[in-house]
């Protein structure tokens, strides 16, 4: 089993309680975040957890979410500093009775996969947990989450100092070292390949972050021109590289085709956009001052 500790914000998103709800009518801390996000907020159940993005309305992403619903509350797990954050909700929220808590200074958050981890999750928490579930125990909240790096995996949300001398240090992921995994694995990062200038719908994310069918959001028409109009003109690729840094554009027979987003630590391997007409699997491509030969697309 491997395991790494993440940096992020967490904010609890509630409403007020003892209040009674006609029939029909939404909880409003529900609608809050339904309108504002590209995933189905509405469609969530019970100690479910979803992978949702929020958009411009010209469908470039503002921020990215992990949404754990524990407990008729929402769990919301981020980069963005917590407090700027909550500072925008605010401002959104309008006459809405929408809640908002930081969590982030009394919470560990750690991620734990490969093998054995599904054992440390039972053996630990007692809990048997499928994909897309979160349920908390013990002040911990737990969930199976294969979109963090596209194998079974587990969020674990506890008190600070909760998991201390349980996992073991030599079994520790650095965070540099995550980040070199998710390059590896052609995942895309918020404010990296997931960023203002290109659809989300060029990353594939469609799957796991964007429901077209939940109704009105913030971008929705954007991403929804882009879904229709057929495949994107650009993809998401990987490329292995040398003397290639991040921001440096692909060109083809002189002319500008794509651009390096991600560069792993060992200035080996790279994600980047490339145009689709321009697209060839183990094509070596300039790069700035150095190379970029394609080996994956989305």
Known sequence: MRWTKFERSKIRVYRKRGSVLPKGVEEEHTGFLHSLFSNDIKGMKEGSMLYSLWLKQNGSPIEDFFVYKIDEEYILDTQMHAQKLIEEFQRLKLSLRVYFEDLTDRLDHFFIFGDNSEGFVKSVFGLDIKEGEAKRKDGAVVSKNSIRLMEEGYDIIVEKGKLEGILKEEERVS?????DLRIERLIPEIHKELREGFSPLEAGVLSFAISLTKGCYVGQEAIARV???GRTPRTLAKFEVKDVKEGDRIRDEGKDV?????????GRLALGYLLRVKAELYKEYQCGEGKAKLVQMI
Do not use: A, F, M, P
């Not at 965070?175 to 980040?179: A, S």
């Not at 390096?260 to 060992?266: A, L, Q, Y």
């Open 227 to 229: 879904y229709y109009r």
């Open 258 to 266: 794509g651009v390096i987003t991600s560069v792993d630590s060992k």
């Open 175 to 179: 965070l540099q070292e995550w980040e």
